[in-house]
């Protein structure tokens, strides 16, 4: 992952058996989801070089703690902080404004 430019800061295991977390690092979302995109065709590919599968499907075993696949974000950005907090006036609310056009 490093040599394509994907950052991560850790891989550990995980609860289910053979499960291990892998957390890249905060980016733009169009970039995130590239380098999600990357790393799953890389663990698919490792896995197969290895003569191993490599389940990607979120809940692939019902009942064990811990298996299943996920995405953190957060609808946020450096200027405004968080973009579904609501503010004390209807100027401050614009973004939970919708209209229909018609």
Not at 63 to 90: E, F, M, R, Y
Request: glycine fraction near 8%.
């Amino acid at each position: 992952m490093y040599r394509l430019g994907i950052p991560a800061k850790t891989r550990h295991n995980e609860v289910a058996p053979g499960q291990f977390e892998i957390a890249p690092v905060f980016e733009s979302a169009n970039v995130a989801s590239d380098h999600q995109q990357m790393i799953m065709t890389l663990l698919r590919m490792t896995a197969k070089k290895h003569g191993f599968v490599c389940l990607l499907h979120e809940k692939p075993f019902a009942g064990i703690n811990g298996s299943g696949k996920h995405v953190n974000w957060s609808v946020g950005n450096a200027t405004q902080g968080n973009l579904l907090d609501p503010g004390d006036t209807p100027h401050a609310n614009v973004q939970f404004c919708c209209s229909a056009l018609r």
